[in-house]
Nanobody, 126 residues
Framework: VQLQASGGGLVQAGGSLRLSCAAS????????MGWFRQAPGKEREIVSA????????YYADSVKGRFTISRDNDKNTVYIQMNSLQPEDTAVYYC????????????????????WGQGTQVTVSS
């Protein structure tokens, strides 16, 4: 599957952005999906994840209550709505696909995801 992330940009603190991740080559419903981010000089970290059906959602503590992940399997697209953005949210955001079925735990580490998009830059100014 090929993933294409889009929707990044420059926004002031307190603003909002919606990122999209469009899949091609295989139906997105075959994958659990995650959004990760990587700030300069830092490791890539999980932001949010969603199960194949959309019934299970995970959020990192740093974005709970501000970000909302969703998916539209008919459109082969995953979204993340980011509200109340802060300068510390500045990073390159990546979407990723995990082909392994989730058991009782949401998979949140980079090594557990099989396919990655190219990343989209989000910059939040203070």
């Amino acid at each position: 599957v090929q993933l294409q992330a889009s929707g990044g940009g420059l926004v002031q603190a307190g603003g909002s952005l919606r990122l999209s991740c469009a899949a091609s080559g295989r139906t997105l419903s075959s994958y659990n999906m995650g959004w990760f981010r990587q700030a300069p000089g830092k490791e890539r970290e999980i932001v949010s994840a969603i199960s194949r059906s959309g019934g299970i959602k995970y959020y990192a503590d740093s974005v709970k209550g501000r970000f909302t992940i969703s998916r539209d399997n008919d459109k082969n697209t995953v979204y993340i709505q980011m509200n109340s953005l802060q300068p510390e949210d500045t990073a390159v955001y990546y979407c990723a696909a995990d082909q392994t079925p989730w058991g009782i735990r949401v998979r949140t580490t980079t090594s557990q995801y099989d396919y990655w998009g190219q990343g989209t830059q989000v910059t939040v100014s203070s």
